[in-house]
């Protein structure tokens, strides 16, 4: 058993100290509130049996039976869904692991190791697991995301974690992964978040960090660079650290972060310039370099702001309003937090201000393992604290598309699907709204769950394009009532970007000029809102939608606001007929959208060029299998990135693209479809192929379980247009 710092707790007999036992495992999920949990002894795992989905996140054998085969798309879907509906989760969503990302476990144990908080050794054990798994086997390093070439960020926090964790410094695959980061430069040459953490932690020091001053948040709010018109993961990752950053808090050099010195620069610590190094980054982990504006303002700020002109009380000032704005948005999100990165960064914070006896950091301590997730190679961090509005929805639609909705089989499933969504619309404005710059969210959903309680454009559209779907539907319950829905498209109205598109989580509130101040280097396109070819479809189509069944509400506002949005669909359009996918990979993924937007404006291939440009940029990329497959690269580039085999899930993009576009040539569709399902399992399920989503143009995540909803709503929607025909 260790102690203190970061102590692994140790139980007892259930653990081999290599692995956890998988059949102990079980994820409760609590109104659309998931943890993971690991069963310590018999009477438990006797009380508590594991379910079906449980079996299937953890990669064991689900024990589903085979079905008969599929010939024609429509049964290959109910195939599909027959093994979808295993996952459903006992409130009505359905969830799944959310990674990609590897920058996320870094911050969270370096949290829980400068705060002193026991960590439960079947976490350690499989958080170690994974990050091994996920360690690249030429060079023993990590990168951004799973799928990234090792760089000096994913290379020193994973290693790092790994040795907070109990791991061997002499370990071979801790000595690779060593090499590898000092032939990339070592700690030093790490991005900016690399250093801050790696300064939390003690192993530098701040003077390595480029400033992150809290005086910001004091500005007015007319000031063109204030925080609040910066999008609102950057400012909700800011507001804490530069409270971190200001007392400039560091955990006490002990043996283990001694070592770590060593192990983790090229050189002698005491030997380094620190500061020489703050704007020293290993070009593997350059995506955005700074500009030279921002250089000089950093300069500045640490050569003469912060020692001469800095008063003390301005930057005490500066230290209590950014205290008040994190408690606010713990308060708000219930302690949940907006994302990953600023969930850790948080309870950091209320351990500095409070200690460690604060309730808000007791608890931060109880709600951080909703981020956590357990599979067959260990336990990862999730991107949110889950996708349980977003699958859902989703699926919902696909389910409806593929027209089994009426099916009497499948209505107790929907029905629940609908009872989740219902208790998770957000029903009230949050404290202090304006104060802490929050969105209109009344009616609102989220991503993830109702405790996060962020909207977001395109996940409160695709709530509301369900609950109008089903409910209008013969035979489902009437959940949400009008005056509900009425609330989601009041949100909706507040959306829109004055070029027509539409943002995330709100519309933009500064010049597209603030990527100037970009210091994170390693993501693109992070210091504002833009438009979003997927955020507009889905607030279009749900307006759409919305005006079908309730003509009188907001008539002229909606009919002006969708025109505008039609617009804005068109002018995003490349000249080669593409459009930029930002949160899917990648042009295949925004087709889709592109496609969906331009047919509720009454445009197809019959009577548009720009449907027909669409098009012709899908199928000149057709593989020879009948499939589509794109590259993360295309994210990163903006250029169509082929990717060596094609993938199901951008196949079923391609397709429903051209059904939408009504594609008159059955021939390459069909040929999609087969592709589809001569992938699927003999128990109707798909195998996981490459990483799906994106954000930030540099960081990929993945949605697994857009490989059944997708496909599943491309087959249902094939046979509508084209006939349930022997395909197979
Ligand atoms: C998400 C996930 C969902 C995604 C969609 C709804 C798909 C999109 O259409 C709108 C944007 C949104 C909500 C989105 C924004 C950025 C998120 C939250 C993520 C990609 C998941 C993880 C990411 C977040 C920023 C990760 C933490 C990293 C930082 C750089 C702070």
Not at 96 to 105: K, T, V
Not at 520 to 540: K, Q, S
Not at 625 to 644: A, F, I, K, L
Not at 661 to 667: G, K, N, S, T, V
């Amino acid at each position: 058993v260790k102690s203190a710092n970061g102590g692994v707790t140790k139980s007892k007999s259930t653990i081999d100290n290599e692995r956890t036992d998988p059949l102990r495992w079980r994820m409760l999920d609590d109104r659309g509130c998931q943890t993971w949990h690991y069963l310590e002894t018999e009477e438990e795992v006797r009380k508590w049996p594991q379910s079906t989905a449980d079996r299937y996140f953890l990669g064991l054998d689900t024990g589903l039976p085979d079905l008969p085969p599929a010939k024609t798309p429509l049964q290959a879907a109910s195939n599909g869904l027959e093994y979808f509906s295993h996952l459903q989760l006992p409130p009505g969503n359905w969830g799944c692991e959310y990674g990609g990302p590897m920058f996320l476990l870094p911050g969270l144990v370096i949290t829980w190791y400068v705060t002193e908080t026991p960590i439960p050794e079947s976490h350690a054990i499989e958080i170690k697991n994974y990050l091994f798994a996920r360690q690249h086997p030429e060079d023993g390093g990590w990168g951004l995301h799973i799928e990234g070439d090792s760089s000096v960020f994913g290379t020193v926090m994973n290693y790092t974690t790994l040795r907070l964790l109990g791991a061997d410094a002499e370990d071979p695959r801790l000595v690779k992964a060593r090499e590898t980061l000092w032939k990339l430069g070592g700690a030093v040459r790490g991005p900016h978040w690399a250093k801050f953490w790696l300064s939390v932690l003690g192993v530098l020091d701040f003077d390595i960090v480029n400033p992150v001053p809290p005086e910001l948040w004091l500005l007015p709010d007319w000031v063109p660079i204030a925080p609040w018109r910066w999008w609102i993961h950057m400012r909700q990752v800011m507001l804490p650290m530069s409270y971190i950053y200001s007392k400039r808090w560091s955990y006490p050099l002990n043996d283990l972060t001694r070592q770590l010195r060593s192990e983790l620069l090229t050189q002698p610590y005491e030997t380094i310039n620190l500061d020489s190094h703050r704007n020293d980054i290993s070009p593997a982990d350059d995506y955005h370099p700074k500009t030279w504006l921002l250089r000089v303002l950093f300069w500045l700020i640490v050569n003469i702001w912060m020692p001469f002109l800095r008063p003390a009380s301005l930057a005490k000032r500066a230290e209590e309003w950014t205290w008040w704005l994190i408690c606010a948005e713990d308060e708000n999100t219930q302690f949940s937090n907006l994302g990953p990165v600023n969930g850790p960064m948080n309870t950091l914070c209320c351990y500095i201000h409070e200690g460690p006896d604060s309730p808000r950091f007791r608890q931060h301590l109880k709600t951080l393992p909703e981020f956590l997730w357990v599979k067959d190679e260990g336990m990862l961090m999730n991107g949110t604290n889950g996708v349980q509005v977003w699958d859902t929805c989703f699926a919902v639609q696909a389910i409806y598309t593929a027209g089994f909705a009426t099916d009497t089989k499948w209505k107790p499933m929907l029905t629940k699907a609908l009872e989740f969504l219902e208790d998770q619309q957000i029903e009230a404005e949050c404290r202090d709204q304006h104060a802490c710059y929050r969105q209109q969210r009344k009616g609102a959903w989220g991503f993830s769950n109702k405790k996060q309680g962020y909207t977001v454009s395109d996940c409160t559209s695709e709530g509301l394009k369900c609950v109008l779907l089903l409910q209008s539907t013969p035979g489902y319950p009437r959940l949400v009532p009008d005056h509900r829905i009425f609330s989601a498209i009041d949100v909706l109205l507040t959306m829109q970007n004055p070029s027509g598109g539409c943002a995330s989580y709100e519309p933009q509130r500064g010049s597209e000029y603030l990527e100037y101040l970009n210091a994170a280097e390693v993501f693109g396109r992070i210091m504002v809102e833009y438009d979003y070819p997927e955020c507009t479809t889905a607030v279009t189509t749900a307006l759409h939608m919305f005006q079908k069944h309730y003509p009188e509400y907001r008539t002229k506002e909606i009919r002006e606001f969708k025109a505008r949005c039609i617009e804005y669909i068109r002018k995003s359009q490349s000249a080669d007929g593409s459009w930029y996918g930002s949160w899917g990979i990648c042009f295949t993924y925004a087709a889709m959208f592109g496609m969906e937007s331009l047919a509720c404006a009454g445009e197809n291939y019959a009577n548009s060029e720009r449907v027909r440009r669409g098009c012709k940029f899908l199928l000149d990329r057709q593989m020879p299998d009948g499939g589509w497959g794109e590259t993360y690269r295309s994210c990163e580039t903006g250029v169509y990135h082929q990717h060596p085999q094609s993938q199901v899930v951008q196949t079923a993009w391609v397709v429903l693209a051209l059904l939408e576009a009504q594609f008159p040539d059955r021939e390459p569709l069909e040929r999609a479809c087969r592709l589809i399902m001569s992938r699927q399992q003999k128990n109707g399920e798909w195998k996981q192929e490459a990483i799906e989503g994106v954000f930030n143009k540099s960081c990929m995540i993945s949605y697994p379980n857009y490989k059944f909803i997708f496909t599943i709503k491309a087959l249902g929607l094939f046979a509508k247009r084209f006939g349930d025909g022997a395909l197979l």
